[in-house]
């Protein structure tokens, strides 16, 4: 399996407006995915091709600090999609196959289970966020 692309800020922003553009309708248009939410049943791994990751080393562990300024949470559709924090920093960034849309997708591992989640690329919510200083 060849290795993904690490994609910067503009990539994602050119993705984004592309993907903002799609008008069709497709099974990934019907679920509301504006915010982080389990993978619906109505669409599977094989719906997607991985364009590009956010993940900048695969050798060191990503915080798991969350980038909200303006109060919002994880699940809110209007949180900011923030690359270098939790959970973008983490996932992926996958093409519908039949559509084009593109969705952020990771997979959330707990201590007894493992779940797939999925996030719509929104233009309107991308900011390039740095970390604070440690």
Known sequence: MAEL???T???LVSLATASSNVSAICACSGP???SWQSVPLALADADFR?????LEDPYVEPTFVEYHP???RYGSPDAPIAPRYFPC???NVSACLRCGRMFLRYV???GYFVDRRI???SPDLLIDAPLPEA
């Open 5 to 7: 692309a690490r994609l």
């Open 9 to 11: 800020f503009p990539d």
């Open 32 to 34: 509301a995915l504006r």
């Open 50 to 54: 991985d364009v590009g990751t956010l």
């Open 70 to 72: 303006a109060g919002t």
């Open 89 to 91: 920093n983490r996932a």
């Open 108 to 110: 959330e591992a707990g």
């Open 119 to 121: 996030r719509a690329l």
